[in-house]
């Protein structure tokens, strides 16, 4: 059973330029409140990690992780 | 210690309008280089992808110059450091309480909502553009009305004061701007503003920049004027001059545009290629960042209080992709540093790229045999602005 990898934004400093949205639409959104990152799926299956290590590198704020 | 060499600072003197100025990539080739600005102010040039990442993010660089002279090939910036409102000068804290509700007007879904608008206004100028037949100004009938139509209507502004905004970017944004024009110009466009400001206060709409900044923000009326006339300004000139620059890198690759004209659903990754290897291309160096306390950077070490200026010369680098030097339309999405990184990356870039999208398949799918009707080499740029463009791109069809 491989380990699950684990989505964090760090809303403190998250500036909301939804970069994470365009780079994995089905893991990120921007909250209609505050237009900040929002993580809709903490632990995504295998398929959607290449989206998420691709928000991480994108990120301009660098407040994308992702736990492996 | 010799004296550092005088920077062949873009956008003077170029080879090609396309490319570097004169000798700026053998300036670049070994790494961080010193250089002095025609104003006497020195800095260190970063061009690698990993160096100008780290310049644009770590927090040891400052973006207020507090004061300080800025690197100018000529004329001095005609707004302060210190004026309030001014985002692009602050750090930290200060800069996201003004930046984060603003991001709330430019998110993603947001932009997705836009597009019938955007296309609708593309679709009117294409027209306007048929019906006056051949040949045609690209930047008067497309590049500039289309982004300054969209910029004020997200803004909440009559659009029928174009000619205004363009006034007023030219001195905000010109080599040479004058204060007291751009002060004259401001206050005219602040009229304007202020009115919209009034509406929205009695209404109470958020639906627009303007409504979101008068009621969800605690933006003193200072900061928001300036706010919304920099909005308005940066709106329109950089997707403007970006539209222009990257017709022609398609014109002058035929090869290329035939993969856009093939698919013209992949309108999004070709955009983000296109704006990787146009900025890339013209390698322009003007960003700085100063140096809060010795930061090593590529090898070499910042002083405390010495300037980093960073050249998008870095998304031609082969750290970021294969073959970087190379347009390649076919390429999947890299993450290039054409709107910047950092917490100061574009506030519009969302906006930018759905403009772009929409404006590079709409022209090319109603006008699949445009073309320059003079070389590219022998068509106007803009030197006197800190933005760079065509100031006029004769097409035929």
Known sequence: ?68 | MTEAAVCPVPHDNRVHPLGPPAGFEDAISNGPVRMRWPNGVEGWIFSSYAGVRKVLSDKRFSANRDGAPAMRTEGEPVLDSSQPGNMNAMDGEEHLRLRRPLSRGFMVKRMAEMRPRIQQIVDEHLDAMERQGAPADLVASLCLPVPSLVIADLLGVPPEHQELFQATAKQMLGKNGSKVEYEALAAQLGEVIAKVVAEKKASGDTSDMIGLMVNETDFDQEELMLLAIGLLVAGHETTSNFFGLFTLTLFERPDQLEILQRDPSRADVIVEELMRYTIGRLGGAGIQRKALEDVEVDGVTVKAGEWAVISLHANLDEELCPHAGELDLERKAVSHLGFGFGPHQCLGANLARTELQILLQSLFTRFPNIRPAVPVTEMTFREDMITYGASAIPVVW
């Open chain 1, 1 to 68: 059973m491989p380990k699950s990898a684990t989505v964090r934004i760090d809303q403190t400093r998250c500036i909301g330029s939804g970069q994470c949205v365009l780079a994995a639409p089905d893991v990120f959104d921007q909250s209609d409140d505050d237009g900040l990152g929002l993580v809709l799926i903490s632990e995504p299956p295998a398929e959607l990690l290449p989206g998420v290590r691709d928000a991480v590198d994108r990120c301009p704020a660098g407040v994308v992780s992702l736990e492996e």
